[in-house]
């Protein structure tokens, strides 16, 4: 055992992405995704071990530090890992099943043995790395059966455990054929945490549901006492397990880091500006290249708003980024045709030459130059059917908080609950997404003190609640949790 380590964290993914070439060398990038954007700075701030997937088949590098502090600890998948445990049981059964089934989930029971062997392989990795009594924060839905195995390896460490998708309500979650496991092995932290409160209100509803096949007694859970602001020192609903311990449930809004933020540089902002054209107002969309994002919805209603008229293809341009993600999975690659082929149209019937209406990349971006794109945006479109918080909207507002621009934000999206200056939308609904286009162009234009005020609303917000707020008050919350009850 590696005595070093007593703050670790274990995510399905490191915070690099590693491609192996023909001729064995390799090399690294920053790996897609909200839960690297949350994690890299708590990590470097304790100069942590973070234990996960460098992004590769059958070969990872030894362990190393990064330029900023961080220990990567790689554990190797194989390629049947990657099909059974990632591509499979977490991205095409708990995925789908946790976004309220906006495709419907397999449920294949190979898939569901890759992902317990899986999960054993990243808990004997922590178990390697982990000093006697450390602080264990387990990450995500990929690796929902680690903190019941850890508890078992380890009964030493502090466990905490992180959801960063929705926790869906109960009815749906009781579809899954191993839900008495899931349960247990979440319930092998000390502490669990979720976004939202009804997220954390559906674990604790769900447990009472199938406790007695999870084989835990549920204590009276307390009003769960969620941040809504600064640091939670204290959770307030708690599950008491068969063998009598207790597990804390909370509701921790992730956020980003505000700290690190740096302005665009001006001169980039206006030489893309020159490029689109100087057009009166610049829509963006962020996202990875997924299903639950909403990306043709919002495409559809840009394009219908230039079919009305309501928007001229000569004042307004639409800037789409779409992050390659989980490229293998027939509903991505079904959405990648649906959203390139709706761009290739628009363009078709609303562009000319030198002058499309969309710009679109399929690529990930450097931060600097999503600064770029953030700061020449006048509004942003977030527009998930489903997402657990989503930090692209939060990441647009903080890049304006001198209260200019507009955000149209799904309902659905986590985020809803904190940035209460947006125009909220129904992604499931096009004439809603349009309204709210409609009405942020309208505001900005002829309401501007108004816009400004919403803005200012959903900076400030963003600027108290960091990704500081969230990591402290997790980890404090973790420190006192685990007592017998
Ligand atoms: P998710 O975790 O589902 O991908 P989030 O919105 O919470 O969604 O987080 C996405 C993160 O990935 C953000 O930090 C965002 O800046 C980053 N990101 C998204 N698209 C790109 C891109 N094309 N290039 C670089 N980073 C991106
Ligand atoms: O935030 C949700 C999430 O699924 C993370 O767990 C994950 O790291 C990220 O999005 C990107 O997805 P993937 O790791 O499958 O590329």
Redesign the pocket.
């Known amino acids: 055992m590696d005595d070093s380590n007593s703050f670790v964290v274990v995510a399905n993914r490191l915070p690099v992405d590693m491609s192996v070439h023909p001729d064995g060398t390799y090399s690294i990038s920053p790996s897609?995704?909200?839960?690297v954007?949350g994690l890299s700075p708590v990590l470097e701030k304790h100069r942590g071990c973070w234990v996960g997937w460098p992004g590769t088949v059958d070969v990872a590098p030894e362990p190393f530090r990064t330029e900023t502090g961080v220990l990567l600890h790689p554990v190797v998948l194989t390629a049947n890992d990657f099909e059974g445990f990632y591509e499979g049981f977490s991205n095409a059964t708990l995925w789908p099943l946790f976004h309220d089934l906006i495709v419907t989930p397999t449920y294949n029971t190979e898939w569901w043995q890759a992902f317990r062997e899986v999960n054993l392989k990243f808990a004997q990795a922590v178990s390697e790395v982990s000093a006697h009594g450390a602080t264990v924060w387990v990450q995500d839905y990929q690796l929902l059966l680690v903190p019941g195995i850890l508890r078992q390896m380890r009964p030493d460490l502090k466990i905490g455990f992180f959801l960063?998708i929705p926790f869906p309500s109960p009815d749906l979650f009781r579809q899954l054929p191993w839900r008495e496991e899931i349960v247990r092995g979440m319930l092998g932290a000390d502490l669990l945490g979720f976004h939202l409160v009804q997220n954390a209100e559906n674990f604790l509803a769900l447990t009472q549901q199938v406790a007695g096949a999870a084989g835990s007694h549920v204590g009276q859970p307390n009003t769960l006492n969620v941040s809504g602001g600064a640091l939670v020192r204290e959770v307030g609903a708690h599950v008491t397990t068969a063998d009598g311990r207790r597990v804390g449930v909370g509701a921790f809004p992730i956020s980003?880091d505000v700290e690190a933020f740096e302005r665009a540089s001006t001169s980039k902002v206006s030489e893309l500006l020159t490029t689109l054209g100087s057009p009166d107002t610049v829509f963006l969309g962020?996202?990875?290249l997924?299903y639950t994002k909403g990306i043709l919805q919002r495409l559809l209603a840009f394009e219908e708003l230039l079919e009305s008229g309501a928007l001229d293809p000569e004042k307004a341009v639409f800037l789409q980024?779409?992050?390659p993600?989980r490229e293998r999975i027939e509903h991505y690659r079904v959405s990648r045709s649906q959203v390139e082929e709706a761009v290739g149209r628009i363009n078709g019937r609303f562009g000319r030459m030198g002058h499309p209406v969309v710009h679109y990349?399929h690529?990930?971006?450097?931060?600097a130059d999503?600064q770029v794109l953030y700061a020449v945006a006048d509004v942003m479109l977030v527009t998930p059917f489903k997402?657990?918080?989503?930090?692209?909207?939060k990441?647009f507002v903080a890049n304006h908080r001198d209260g200019s621009g507009a955000l149209v934000l799904s309902e659905f999206a986590g985020a809803a609950v904190e940035l209460t200056g947006a125009y909220l939308c129904n992604p499931f609904d096009v004439e809603s997404i349009k309204r709210q286009m409609v009405a942020a162009v309208h505001d900005l234009e002829h309401n501007p003190a108004s816009a400004r005020s919403r803005m200012i609303t959903n900076s400030e917000q963003v600027y108290t609640h960091d990704v500081n707020v969230w990591a402290n008050s997790f980890l404090t919350c973790l420190a006192d949790a685990g007592e017998d009850s």
């Open positions: 897609p995704g909200g839960l954007t960063h980003i962020v996202d990875r997924d980024v779409a992050t993600s990349l690529r990930s971006l450097s931060k999503l997402d657990g918080m989503n930090l692209v909207a990441e």
